[in-house]
């Protein structure tokens, strides 16, 4: 690929003043989206995170034109994604989302067919597609030959949100979103699925945007948040500038990162403690510093 | 009231690629505890639920819940005593409304009309529904929508609530909510709740903490005595709560920290005291 200059160039994705109202014009008609405006630039990690009904879902559909857009609010590299002639498959192959349920994007009962099942149908040749099978399940840490002919229904909740992450990576998209790609794992789940999404986007260097009611994996994830709650922005900046105020976040309904929490605690004790630690051992080397042990 | 002996369970017994998903477990729950269950995924946790709810019977050793052998003929007697709650509510919402959902199990017992409102008002009223009896379960949010199906559990009137990963989707302030509700309930009724969750930090608002590992109890105690096993619990894959975790090490810096660490607010307290006075240097 050529070499891009990401400051100049079009931000990948851009919503301008987005509204969105599901059912409009009927009865049930519900505003999901009030007023939301942000652009995201090529390589970045964004956590779009907020409680449930927030809007972030509807946000994430709009990357791949899921929804009846209309013009003027959704662009793609620059491009007004609701202009009528729009080639919505090509974006589709270039925003490769990966839903909160796997069993939602699983249409194939063994893992190799599954993974196969985008690139066959956007047209690759037999030879590129089992290469990108083999090299997406081996990304995953399930290796083709052992996974290839497994059974999905026989996996794990890990194993299929896995099997799911690569077949989307599968089809080589520029920008990975990721619908609360942690629910339901256990501890050892979560971290390695964490140091497998952080060592692929930067591989692949990826925009990579992850979508959550968790700031906690989200906060080790990306280094920015925008924030939603109830169809709005409410807060949109670098991670760290985002927790150093925990108490607006605190608010809403969603879950701050475990350090984040203690060291809001603790600064009842240490009035100059501060609250945008994203790990513990950055929070123990805060907390000792003040007891006088380093 | 819950008691298992010797209970081990296999998929595919007999078969070369057999798994077994309990091996020889005893475990016995008095009436009325409130209990967690922790454990990685495939620790056997799961297995452990469907026994106790008659979906799988034990390949070996017995159970008996209230007195009542889970085994197959008896299937429904187990069920009437033991309600459980999914990770997912849409796997078990079934009805449009939501006290037409929570009315669905009463109903399936044949019961008279009146207890079937009485169940269902009782039921909605514990779990803070009333005034949302008549809505449309998919405008709720998740949140809610487990609260339902809890009232459906409870309409069921079970003497054990079992919670199968219930607040996994969700955020932790409302799934404190929930867990607090529940515990309300638990005091109240005297109902028993078993709890199945990966959150660490919500295990410790339980009494009784059973932890698994490749089918087996390997510790079993209040919160206090569990989180204080930090290694063996990292070594099959758990955690301890993070405030548990910096008390531990600040222990072995040498920090004088006393008492139990279970959350941020013991830690800050165990501090405190450490420090000798609440207020510290740096806040004056």
């Not at chain 1, 109202?21 to 009927?26: A, D, I, N, V």
């Not at chain 1, 906060?219 to 939603?228: G, Q």
Request: charged fraction near 25%; glycine fraction near 8%; hydrophobic fraction near 40%.
């Amino acid at each position: 690929m050529d070499q891009i200059d990401h400051a100049a160039a079009p931000p990948i994705i851009e919503l301008r003043n987005f509204r969105y109202t599901y059912l409009e014009g009927t009865p049930r008609a519900s505003e999901a989206i009030r007023d939301v405006s942000f652009s995201i630039r090529r390589g970045e990690r964004v956590g779009i995170v907020g409680p449930t009904q927030s809007g972030k879902s509807t946000v994430v559909d709009s990357f791949a034109h899921l929804l009846r857009l209309k013009a003027g609010q959704v662009f793609h590299d620059g491009e007004d994604v609701a202009t009528p002639g729009y080639d919505r498959g090509a974006l589709r192959r270039r925003v490769g989302i990966v839903f909160q349920q796997p069993d939602s994007q699983l249409v194939e009962d063994v893992v190799g067919a599954d993974v196969a099942f985008g690139p066959t149908a956007a047209g690759l040749s037999a030879e590129e597609t089992r290469r990108r099978v083999e090299e997406s399940l081996d990304a995953l840490g399930l290796p083709y030959p052992e996974y290839r002919l497994r059974y999905i229904h026989a996996l794990s909740g890990g194993q299929r949100r896995r099997v799911a992450i690569a077949g989307v990576l599968a089809m080589h998209t520029p920008v990975l979103v990721l619908d609360e790609p942690m629910a339901g794992l256990d501890p050892r789940g979560r971290r390695e699925l964490m140091e497998l999404l952080i060592r692929l986007q930067k591989d692949r260097d990826l925009t990579l945007i992850v979508c959550s009611a968790s700031l906690s994996d989200a906060s080790l994830l990306c280094d920015r948040f925008i924030v939603l709650d109830a169809g709005r922005v409410v807060v949109d900046g670098p991670v760290r500038e985002v927790l150093r105020e925990p108490g607006r976040l605190a608010e809403l309904d969603i879950t701050l990162p475990e350090p984040v929490l203690c060291a809001r605690e603790l600064g009842k004790l240490f009035s100059d403690l501060p609250t945008a630690v994203l790990t513990e051992d950055e929070l123990e080397a805060e907390v000792l510093k003040r007891l006088g042990l380093v | 009231m819950i008691e298992l002996e010797g209970v081990s369970f296999a998929y595919r017994t007999g078969e070369a690629d057999a798994v077994h998903a309990l091996r020889g477990l005893d475990l016995r729950i008095e009436a009325g505890q409130f209990v967690a269950v922790i454990g990685h995924n495939g620790s056997g946790k799961s297995t452990l639920v469907k026994l106790l709810t008659a979906v799988l019977y034990p390949t070996e050793g017995v159970i008996h819940i209230d007195g009542v052998p889970v085994r197959e003929e008896g299937q429904w007697e187990v069920r009437r005593r033991v309600s459980v709650v999914f990770q997912d509510p849409d796997d078990q919402l079934v009805m449009n409304r939501v006290a037409d959902d929570v009315a669905f199990g009463p109903e399936n017992l044949g019961l008279p009309r009146e207890e079937i409102s009485e169940r269902v008002e009782t039921s909605l009223e514990a779990l803070g529904l009333s005034a949302i009896g008549g809505r449309l379960i998919e405008d709720l949010s998740p949140g809610q929508k487990q609260r339902v199906a809890i009232a459906g559990a409870l309409a069921m009137r079970p003497r054990v609530l079992i919670l199968d990963e219930p607040t996994s989707l969700l955020p932790v302030p409302a799934a404190t909510r929930l867990i607090s509700t529940v515990r309300e309930l638990n005091r109240r009724e005297g109902m028993g709740v078993l709890h199945v969750t990966h959150s660490m930090s919500e295990a410790t608002l339980f009494d009784r903490v059973v932890v698994m590992d490749e089918g087996r109890i390997v510790l079993d105690g209040e919160p206090a005595q569990v989180f204080r096993h930090v290694e063996k619990l990292r070594s099959i894959g758990l955690d301890v709560p993070l405030a548990a975790s910096l008390a531990h090490r600040l222990r072995a810096r040498g920090v004088p920290l006393e008492g139990d660490v279970l959350n941020e607010v013991d830690l800050r307290a165990a501090l405190s005291a450490a420090l000798g006075s609440p207020a510290t240097a740096e806040s004056s």
